[in-house]
């Protein structure tokens, strides 16, 4: 079993629940501790302790955190989740990787969101509140503090905004559907507020606002845009800003969070060696300085995501029994398949 001086330092991960990929991805460089309140949160079990805190509104739930850090000697406290970002961003006394408190608030509020943007200059779609006519339709009506694509409603005209307003029973907000393609671009960001990388992808398929099948893309023009907002917002950490480049308006950002997007896959199988997220995280919380590598990346290949579970036994510990193989197969096509059959490419290096 792993130990705490086999690792340079302790990352300790809120809200894990089944982001087993992020989990695992940092116990590979970090003595990983996992805090979630579910007993069958599968991501903890990728951690090397797992520990169920206090729920989040409750007031001894950053002193629980504080315990943790000085226990295990935290250098970095990460949430997965978007429901304890903002209460991290207040506690200071909490190593985490969080932008500021008030940034973290407007980005919690869809609508705060828009108006943050068009304050800093960055781009968005035409968005108003009900009651306030939209320009022109079809629009989105969603919560202005929605996650998951949950309550999301596309509406042809007026009637059908306003009834779709009023049926979402929290507050909403109405904005442009947006036409052409539809991207995610995942940053990372240091302490100081310094983009360190952006990675752009396809979003080609969505299931509950996460996206499961991409590709990452050499897009200099969303590279830019990812840095651009990051630094502007002053993110510390992860985040992901979703994108439409409409053939109208051009670029418009639908979304921002701050904090690791679903498609985590993505920017680690496009990082360079020794460059993944989880890794450079580790180093900063190691006492690390690490330069700026925007753009620096592998592009060209595809993503696609599947699920995956865990046997635990009647105390709740993992079997290690598994029904997968390890790996996946070598591609076979058949004489009769209909698909092309493409060439095997070596995705290539941007930057």
Same mark, same amino acid.
Not at 70 to 87: C, K, N, Q, R
Not at 158 to 170: D, I, K, L, S, T
Not at 301 to 319: G, I, S, V, W
Not at 325 to 335: C, D, E, F, K, N
């Given at each position: ?92 006394e909490l190593p985490a990787f969080v932008p500021p408190a008030e940034i973290c608030a407007a980005m919690f509020d869809k609508y705060r969101t828009h108006e943050t943007l068009l ?65 995610? #671009? ?54 992901? #800003? ?38 450079? #995280? ?70």
């Open positions: 079993m792993a130990e705490r001086a086999d690792f340079p330092t302790t990352v300790l991960l809120t809200g894990v629940g089944k982001r087993y990929d992020i989990v695992s991805a940092f116990a590979r460089h970090a003595f990983t501790v996992a805090v979630d309140p579910n007993p069958l949160a599968p991501a903890q079990y990728a951690a090397h302790v797992r520990v169920a805190p206090p729920r989040i509104d409750d007031p001894g739930y950053v002193g629980f955190l504080e315990g943790l850090v000085g226990e295990y000697g935290v250098g970095a406290v990460v949430p997965l989740t978007d429901l304890d970002i903002h209460v991290l961003a207040a506690a200071r304050a800093l200059g960055l781009p968005s779609p035409p968005t108003v509140l009900p009651g306030t006519e939209p320009e022109r339709y079809p629009v989105i009506v969603k919560p202005r503090q929605g996650s998951g694509a949950r309550s999301i409603h596309h509406a042809n005209d007026a009637e059908q905004a306003a009834f779709f307003a009023a049926y979402v029973a929290e507050p909403v907000m109405v904005q442009r559907a947006m036409g052409g393609d539809e991207f995610s #671009i995942d940053v990372l960001s240091d302490l100081d507020g310094r983009c360190l990388n952006a990675i752009p992808r396809s979003m080609l398929e969505s299931r509950g606002g996460e996206s499961i099948k991409g590709q990452v893309l050499d897009d200099r023009e969303l590279v830019e845009l990812g840095r651009g907002v990051a630094e502007a917002l002053g993110f510390r950490g992860p985040s992901t #800003i979703q994108v439409f480049r409409d053939p109208e308006i051009g670029l418009a950002i639908t979304d921002v969070n701050p904090r690791f997007g679903g498609a985590f896959p993505a920017p680690m199988y496009a990082a360079l060696p020794g460059r993944t997220y989880p890794e450079l #995280i580790v180093r900063m919380a190691a006492g690390e300085r690490v330069e700026p590598h925007v753009g620096a990346y592998r592009s060209g290949h595809y993503f696609t995501r599947f699920y995956e579970q865990l046997e635990l036994d009647a105390a709740l510990c993992p079997t290690g029994r598994s029904m997968l193989q390890a790996g996946a197969q070598p591609v076979t096509y058949s004489s009769r398949d209909s698909r092309s059959q493409p060439s095997p490419v070596e995705p290539k290096r941007t930057g």
